[in-house]
Every structure is written in structure tokens, then in C-alpha cells.
């Protein structure tokens, strides 16, 4: 393995990343700095639409925010009318939105709810005509509504559309980049990965129109792809049909965006894959080595709540010096959090592979931010967050370190933040921006809710006045002794002598699979002699 254990005490790990941290950080200085900019966004908050707001108005942890989110995934799935009608009367009629908001537009979108619940048919009450035609109406709104939902966070449903809104926005902000992704999850069959291929390699072509072959990568558009899309079994266990497959079609896209001077990022994933993210990398990297060593747009992304992160970063740096390359690298808190505590849990590994407490996530960031700051020749750092105070952080060390560098966001969150930051510091800033039709957009919007949704995101209290600033940009800087937040998964069941959870394997951990490869050596399966008819009585 290329990495360590993913399974390791919390405590231990965030207790290095604190050590690591000691001296080069002033926390009250950055708050200090971020502070205004919060209490900018807070005088004059984001439109309805942002975010920001969505999670003030309705938080998911609220029966309306479960309600409309629900409605939301399924509306798009359902083929008749008759069932989206049962269904939005199910979902609408298990939340209070007549008291669900304080805002005059957010009493406003609530009282429209309310009434539209009116319209919908009783469980136990047939509709007759007027009422499935009211009902009929009610879910068509909802469904628009919906789709207006999905507008805000892609940039466009084709590569095309998505460019002229990047375009509309450079004229207002010189300063904003963009790098695409063509929204849609894991290939199911080669057939898919072949679309996704396509898709990428048509979005390359457009960018390219548009980029300037004698500028820095870094200056230019660039694309977001994902491994996991371009093969049907991106899995540790098909290493090599993986190695043969995927390899040659990333190269593809690898030399066009090469060609065209433009920069491309390899998305992250899942905890089990990405030993198998860094062998692809690898030997991508080299080809980009023997092929085009002058070439500085080529990426990784890399999630700093994963407890092996720093490592990661040391692991990167060090293919970058081997090939003699400068890897653009973006830093992001990560997306898969839930999936990766309900993986741990449901196959009973002995820690969590993600940091379980929010503030351990960000103390992991700024130890992989200074990281990446301290390797100028290896790495150009593109640091994504949309938290005020991790924002003023990072300014304070880059100056320290004197390192290029640059801030992302993701397309409609954080915008009342950045606003102010491209303001004040004249930071460069790239906006990270899905594209494709609205039916592909759930996942990718679900994953962004999840990841913001919570009580103590950064992004949920920001439009909360009840939250005072202090509070919001409080030191992360320490660590929480009773470690993790929520019970390891050997003991998800109780702690001793309650039932011991069974102890489970994670496959694409050596240590793990060691001692099977063993016993399977060591075993010695007697030959069992065929029997014939005649033998058989």
C-alpha cells in the first residue's frame, strides 16, 4: 500500500496534525479578518435561492426539510401522474409549512405550500374532478419548483449554456475561474463509461475554444472528472482490467487538455478506492512525464477528512518531484461522510476511516493546507471552503509562505462570502461548476445538503443570526479527548459487555487481506476422487 492504515485512533491522528500546526497558525488574527466579512454577508444575505438560505428556510434535520427533499428525489422519477399525485400529498402532509419560516418571502413560498396541501387529495377521500385537476396542478408547481431548485446549482444543463453564464460572470468578476463537471455518478456498463467519455472529451473541445494557449493553466477554464464514470468496475479488485481499460481513456482526455493548455482535475471518491485513485494517477503522471513535461494543468483531488490525508498530500508531493511535474491540487473537506461512518459501522472495521467530530475535519485542512503551501515546486494548492474563518486562515499562511495559490467555490454557495474576499484581498478564485440535464443533478445536489445541512456546518449558520460571529469562527484548533462522536463500530451496539458488533474486513487494506492470502497458501485441500455410477451406491 502507498499509504497507511486508514484505520486509526482519532485521537492520535488529530493530536499530530495539532503538533504540526503549533506556531504557524494565529487563529484570533484570522478571525479577526473574517469577521467582517460575515457580518458583510449577514447586512445584505444571498437571494431565496442560495444555499445558504434553502437550509435556513427549510433545514434538513426539519420534517419540511425532509419533506421537500424527498419530493424533490422522487418527483423526478415518477412516470404517472396519478402516483405523483398520492406522493406529493404524503410528503406535504407530513410538515407544518404554515409555521415552518419567519422571512416575509420564506411565510410567502410557505403559505403557498400550505395552501397547495388544500388542493391534494385526503388518504381515505378519493379526488373528484376539481380536486385531481387542483392536485394535478399542485404537482406540476412542485416539479417546476424543483427544476428552479436544480438552475441554482448547475451552471448549465450543456457545456455550451454553462460557458456563456461562466462568460456573463467573468465580465462582472475578471478574477473568477471555472472548472466543469459533467454531473452523473459511477458507470454501471461500459456503455455508460463510453457516454461519460464522450461527454468529457466534447467539453474539453469546448473549453479549449475559449482558453489562451500562452497563459498558465492555472489562468485558463478547466474540467473536473471522475474515474469512477469512465469504468464500470472501478474497484480494488479489478486493479489490472482497471489499469489495461481506464488508463488509455484518461490518457485521451489528458492529452487534449494538454494540447489545449487547460487544466484537469481527477475527482475524489470513496476511502476503498482511492489506493486504486493513486495507481491510475501514477501512471498517468508518467506518461504526462515522457509526453508533455511542460504541461502544469494536471490534478488530484484530495479530502482532508479522511484520516489519512496529510499523508496523502506527503504521497502526491512526492510523485510530483519524482516526475520532475507541478500538480495543480484541490483541497476539499469531502463529500462522502455519511457513506463512509455507514460502511465502517455495517462491516464492523475497527475505527472510522473520516474524522467523526467537524472541527477534527478542519484542523486535518489546515495541516494539509499548510502542507501543500510548503511544496511550491511540487503543487499549486487550490483550496476549496466556503467557512469564513478556514478562508482567512489560509491567507494568513500563504503570505507566510509567500507560495501561488488560489481559493474555490462551489456554483450557487458561498457567493455572499467570496463577494467580500475577492473584495478585500483580490484572491484569484475558481468556481467549481456542474453541468448536465436536471435529472442528473439529485445526487450530486443530495451530497451537497448532506454535507451542509448539518447544525454545525458552517454554510447552515452563517444565515442564522442567533448564531453569534464568535461562535460561528471559533478556534477549531483543539481536540476533542472523547473521541469519536459517535461509538466505534465494533461497539455500535452498546459498549461492553453489550453485543459485540461482528468484526468485519476492509478487502483493500494489505493488512487486512494478509492473513487470508496466508491461510489460503498454507491450506492444503485434499483431492476428493470422482465417483462414477458404479460407485456410487
Known amino acids: 500500500m502507498r499509504l497507511p492504515d486508514p484505520y486509526r485512533p482519532e485521537t492520535e491522528v488529530v493530536a499530530h496534525r495539532l503538533a504540526l500546526l503549533e506556531g504557524a497558525l494565529d487563529w484570533t488574527a484570522a478571525s479577526t479578518v473574517a469577521t467582517p466579512w460575515v457580518q458583510a454577508v449577514r447586512d445584505h444575505p444571498p437571494p431565496f435561492w442560495a444555499m445558504e438560505s434553502l437550509l435556513r428556510e427549510y433545514p434538513i434535520s426539519s420534517a419540511e426539510g425532509l419533506a421537500l427533499m424527498r419530493l424533490a428525489e422522487a418527483l423526478l422519477r415518477v412516470p404517472d401522474a396519478e402516483t405523483a399525485i398520492a406522493l406529493t400529498a404524503d410528503q406535504l402532509g407530513r410538515a407544518d409549512f404554515e409555521g415552518a419560516a419567519d422571512s416575509t418571502l420564506s411565510r410567502l413560498s410557505s403559505a403557498a405550500i400550505a395552501m397547495s396541501k388544500r388542493f391534494l387529495p385526503e388518504a381515505d377521500h378519493p379526488p373528484g374532478l376539481m380536486a385531481r385537476l387542483g392536485a394535478r396542478t399542485v404537482v406540476a408547481a412542485t416539479l417546476r419548483a424543483v427544476q428552479l431548485l436544480g438552475r441554482q446549482f448547475v451552471l448549465g444543463q450543456t457545456i455550451a449554456e454553462a460557458m456563456d453564464e461562466a462568460r456573463a460572470a467573468h465580465r462582472k468578476q475578471s478574477a473568477l475561474c471555472f472548472s466543469y463537471d459533467m454531473l452523473g455518478e459511477g458507470a454501471r ?243 467549481y461548476a456542474p453541468v448536465g440535464r436536471h435529472k442528473d443533478l439529485l445526487a450530486y445536489l443530495v451530497r451537497r445538503l448532506l454535507e451542509n445541512g448539518a447544525n454545525s456546518s458552517f454554510v447552515n449558520q452563517l444565515g442564522d443570526p442567533g448564531v453569534p460571529i464568535a461562535t460561528l469562527l471559533v478556534s ?62
Not at 484541490?330 to 463512509?340: F, P
Not at 477534527?360 to 495541516?367: E, G, K, P, R, T
Open 189 to 431: 456498463t461500459d456503455e455508460d463509461a463510453l457516454r461519460y467519455l464522450e461527454s468529457y472529451t466534447r467539453a474539453i473541445a469546448a473549453i479549449a475554444q475559449g482558453a489562451d494557449p500562452t497563459a498558465a493553466p492555472e489562468r485558463n477554464d478547466g474540467i473536473s472528472i471522475k474515474l469512477s464514470a469512465l469504468h464500470p468496475r472501478y474497484e480494488d479488485a479489478q486493479r489490472e482490467r482497471v489499469l489495461r481499460e481506464l488508463v488509455p481513456r484518461v490518457w485521451l482526455l489528458c492529452e487534449r487538455a494538454a494540447a489545449a493548455n487547460i487544466n484537469l482535475t481527477i475527482d475524489a471518491e470513496e476511502v476503498d478506492r482511492l489506493e486504486l485513485s493513486l495507481d491510475v494517477f501514477d501512471a498517468l503522471a508518467t506518461r504526462v512525464a515522457a509526453e508533455h513535461p511542460q504541461w502544469r494543468g494536471f490534478g488530484l483531488a484530495l479530502q482532508a477528512y479522511q484520516t489519512r490525508a496529510l499523508e496523502l498530500i506527503e504521497h502526491v508531493t512526492a510523485i510530483a518531484r519524482r516526475y520532475g511535474l507541478r500538480l495543480m491540487c484541490r483541497l476539499v473537506k469531502g463529500a462522502y461522510w455519511d457513506a463512509e461512518i455507514k460502511r465502517a459501522q455495517e462491516l464492523g472495521l475497527p475505527h472510522y476511516p473520516v474524522f467523526t467530530h467537524k472541527h477534527h475535519s478542519d484542523v486535518s485542512y489546515l495541516a494539509c493546507a499548510q502542507a501543500l503551501l510548503a511544496a511550491p515546486d511540487a503543487i499549486y494548492p487550490q483550496f476549496a471552503t466556503h467557512n469564513a474563518g478556514t478562508i482567512a486562515a489560509i491567507l494568513q499562511m500563504a503570505q507566510r509562505q509567500g507560495a501561488p495559490f488560489e481559493l474555490q467555490r462551489l456554483h450557487g454557495m458561498g457567493e455572499g462570502v467570496y463577494r467580500e474576499v475577492m473584495k478585500h484581498t483580490g484572491a484569484s478564485v475558481r468556481v
Open 476 to 537: 477549531p484548533l483543539w481536540l476533542e479527548r472523547e473521541s469519536p462522536q459517535l461509538p466505534l463500530p465494533p461497539l455500535l451496539y452498546g459498549p461492553a459487555p453489550a453485543r459485540r458488533n461482528s468484526d468485519g474486513l476492509d478487502l483493500t487494506v494489505d493488512a487486512m487481506r494478509a492473513p487470508l492470502f496466508a491461510a489460503l497458501a498454507a491450506t492444503a485441500v485434499p483431492v476428493v476422487p470422482e465417483a462414477d455410477p458404479a460407485s456410487a451406491a
